[in-house]
């Protein structure tokens, strides 16, 4: 019998298993699964980010306001310009079925808007940008 170590779904067992010699067929054991501890993460260690370059068209301190998840724009709820404040809805957000509302993630004006109803956006993607 040979012990190895599996991880199945991010648990740890510990298996038996037996080597067969030359095509001889055993008798299978019941399998004993038994868990084993996880080992500790190891700590990642990560180099410096390099700073933010300034986004173009003077929007340097800008708060950008981004796609939560992939889905399409359905409406814009405002203008460039236009006054908002923390919680103010943005745009429209339709993924899985639903309407999703985005909101202003800082008080101040619309200095830019990066999508257009019907436009198709991924995870991360940027919606607006509040100067």
Not at 1 to 12: A, P
Not at 14 to 36: C, D, F, I, M
Not at 102 to 107: E, G, L, S
Request: hydrophobic fraction near 40%; charge should be negative; charged fraction near 20%.
């Amino acid at each position: 019998m040979r012990r190895f170590q599996v991880t199945v779904n991010g648990n740890i067992y510990e298996v038996e298993v037996e080597e067969l010699q030359g095509g001889q067929v055993a008798a299978p054991a019941a399998p004993t699964p038994t868990p084993v501890a996880a080992p500790s993460p190891a700590v990642k260690v990560e180099a410096p980010k390099a700073a933010p370059q300034p986004a173009p068209g003077g929007t340097e301190g800008a708060h950008k306001v981004t796609s939560p998840m992939p889905g399409t724009i359905l409406d814009i709820k405002v203008n460039i310009g236009d006054s908002v404040k923390v919680g103010d809805t943005v745009a429209i957000l339709e993924a899985m079925k639903m309407e999703n509302e985005i909101v202003a993630t800082a008080d101040g004006k619309i200095a830019s808007i990066n999508v257009s109803k019907g436009t198709q956006v991924n995870t991360g993607d940027l919606i607006v940008t509040i100067g």
